[in-house]
C-alpha cells in the first residue's frame, strides 16, 4: 500500500458516539420517549444532542457546527444533519425539560434495574452557577451568595440526589437566593 496515496474527505468522530448511543439504548431512553407521544424525529433529535452534550459540551451554536464538521452522531440516531441547527437544539431541550421528572424517574429505576442497585442516597448536593447576562425575565435566577464570589451576578442553585455507587437520581434547580439549608427540605 503506498500510504502517499491515500486521501480521505468527510472524516468525522464515531467512537465516544457510538458508545453513548449504546447507553441511550441500554437505559431505553428512545422507548420513554416513545410512550410519552414523542414523534421518531424528535426521539432521534433529542438523542442527537445528548450524545452530543456528552461528547462535546458547549453551547447549542457551537453543538451544532461540531455536528455538522466532526461527528457521525447523525449517522448513528437517524437524524438529518442538514436539518440540525442551534434553534432546534434549543427547542429539543425545552421539550425533553418538559418531561424531566418522568425521565428522572425512568432512568432511576433503568440503572437500579440495569445495574441490580438497591436505592439508597448517600449525597445531596448543591452547588450554584452564575449568568453573566442579566437574566431579567428569569422568576429563579437571583443575587444570592456565590461560591464563585459573584456578588454582580445572578445565580441559580443546581441541587442533586446521588446514591451509593454515584448515579444521580434526582436534581432541580433552585432560586439562587436561598441558603442551602432551606434547599434540603423541598
Known amino acids: 500500500m503506498d500510504v502517499n496515496s491515500i486521501k480521505n474527505k468527510d472524516v468525522r468522530e464515531i467512537g465516544s458516539e457510538w458508545m453513548c448511543h449504546q447507553a441511550l439504548e441500554q437505559l431505553q431512553f428512545g422507548g420513554f420517549l416513545?410512550?410519552?407521544?414523542?414523534?421518531d424525529h424528535d426521539i432521534n433529535l433529542a438523542k442527537t444532542h445528548l450524545i452530543s452534550r456528552a461528547v462535546y459540551p458547549a453551547s447549542e451554536l457551537k453543538t451544532s457546527k461540531w455536528i455538522k464538521e466532526n461527528s457521525?452522531?447523525?449517522?448513528?440516531t437517524g437524524t438529518d444533519i442538514g436539518k440540525v441547527t442551534k434553534d432546534k437544539l434549543y427547542r429539543i431541550s425545552n421539550k425533553?425539560?418538559?418531561v424531566k421528572e418522568a425521565l428522572e424517574n425512568h432512568l432511576s429505576v433503568r440503572t437500579n434495574e440495569l445495574f441490580d442497585i438497591k436505592d439508597k442516597i448517600v449525597l445531596y448536593d448543591l452547588t450554584n452557577t452564575y449568568f453573566e447576562?442579566?437574566?431579567e425575565h428569569s422568576s429563579i435566577a437571583k443575587f444570592g451568595r456565590s461560591k464563585e464570589k459573584r456578588?454582580?451576578?445572578k445565580l441559580v442553585v443546581l441541587a442533586l440526589v446521588i446514591n451509593v455507587e454515584g448515579f444521580i437520581k434526582y436534581s432541580s434547580i433552585l432560586e439562587g437566593n436561598m441558603a442551602d439549608s432551606k434547599h434540603l427540605k423541598a
Open 34 to 39: 416513545e410512550k410519552q407521544g414523542w414523534s
Open 72 to 76: 457521525s452522531v447523525c449517522e448513528i
Open 96 to 98: 425533553l425539560y418538559e
Open 133 to 135: 447576562g442579566r437574566k
Open 151 to 153: 456578588s454582580d451576578a
